[in-house]
């Protein structure tokens, strides 16, 4: 029995696999880690009758861009981050075991250095002192911790050393800590911050305690050897993510303005026609296929949005336009601008319909459905590539498919002999019509992509496989 009072609330964003947290107790408020986008946060102090007073950072994120430098401006609440921060912005820095009062309960800063140098889990305590639950940022994840490669750069030490600092941030701050705790992580299955995430986003600490790999290491040794086996690259975008984060970065408000701009089809025109801009045209992939302006890169709305941006596009100070369905252009400025896609110059006015009519062309992906594909497959068909993940590819996959993950299209593009034919898929048609529109972009359009992926492949009579030939890994 706790004599937590108050309230905690988990706010979780698909698309980025984040949660940001909001706790009420008494009339006061702390919110960890918010989204870019503060007017949510805003709306439910007024709707609380609450007043906001601290907003903590559990380290300076790397995929995505957090809310407190507006949230902070807007409330007049100050940032809290933990030891070895030191953000170019006014905070608290706080020292590692320092306590807040937020009401009648209390949060403790414990600094878990080891995913980055400045990382911070925060303990609320109730009013009588009791531990109630853990927010454990990017130090401890369900099924996981956070991977401890991202700060080798700016920080000059091996992703060893800080997998070691992780180690003992776990085992001597963490793991002492009591079993009914509730553990509410910064991330959840499908972020690059781990590798091996549950689904669940809360928990408790015992049930990590029980299952967690990296808690039920023998030796410090063992624990660095399975943190950082297996660790793909980090995507481009995340450390210009995380300069924003400490550094500072433009008003929301004033990034949704400038993004609402709208341009007719003359104007935007003229904009596709300059070389460094990046048409981003955000609508499903079957619209997509049907019609798109030539040189768009086509990445949905519709599903891990931000973060294929992030990977695809890399660079965040890269001009867009964008292409949309009528009324998500806001949704699309937002979601960009939470990995820090701030340079967006406005929105095609009245979208691929407006386009048409003034009768500009269009180009079209060539695309089949599972079931034609597989007659096709009979018949004895060209090379299969398959844009999945590695796991996903060695778990089942077409036989005789070719693996070339989408994440690395830039580097397996140019091994394309593109006087050969071939058929394009991923596990649904997300990531394989990406993939579809970068390289017609190329101007390689000698591939049929199939509809409905690997999923829909499935359901048809083509033989798969569920073991790896290293001669079918290589073009």
Known sequence: MNNFSGNIEQIYTGCLSQGAYYIVSGNEAAIIDPLRETQPYLNRLQQ?????????????????VSGHIDLSTQTNAPIVYGPNASPNFSCIQAKDEQEFSIGDSTIKVLHTPGHTLESTCYLLKDKSGKDIALFSGDTLFLGDVGRPDL???????????????????LYTKILPLA???????????????????????????????????????????????AVTDGLLPPPKYFGANVALNK??????????????????????SLLAQNGDITILDTRNSESFSQGFIAGSINIGLKGDFAPWVGAIIGDINRPLILVTDTGAEEEAVTRLSRVGFDNILGYLHGGM????KNGNAVSTVRRISAHQFAEQFEAGISKVVDVR???????????DAFNRPLANIQQWMAEINTDE??????????????????????GIINFTEVAGGFSAISQTNIPVTDYVCSSKMCY
Request: aromatic share 12%; net charge negative; charged share 20%.
């Open 151 to 169: 700060a080798q750069q700016t920080s000059g030490i091996t992703q060893e050393e800080l997998a070691g600092l992780l180690y003992d941030s």
């Open 389 to 399: 993940k590695e796991a996903e590819y060695v778990a089942e996959h077409v036989k």
């Open 353 to 356: 319909d407006e386009w048409m």
């Open 247 to 268: 550094n500072g970065y433009g008003s929301f408000d004033d990034v949704l303005k400038a993004g609402l701009t709208q341009l007719s089809p003359q104007r935007f």
């Open 48 to 64: 609380d009758g609450v007043t906001l007073k601290y907003i903590f950072e559990t380290h300076f994120h790397a995929d995505f």
């Open 421 to 442: 034919h071939f058929y394009l898929h991923c596990a649904g048609g997300y990531r394989s019509m990406i993939a579809a529109s970068i390289l017609q972009a190329e």
């Open 179 to 225: 079993d009914d705790i509730i553990v509410y992580p910064a991330h959840g299955a499908g972020s690059a911050c781990g590798k091996n995430m549950m689904k669940e986003t809360v928990d408790t600490l015992g049930n990590q305690k029980l299952m967690n790999y990296a808690l039920n290491q023998p030796t410090k040794a063992a624990f660095i050897e």
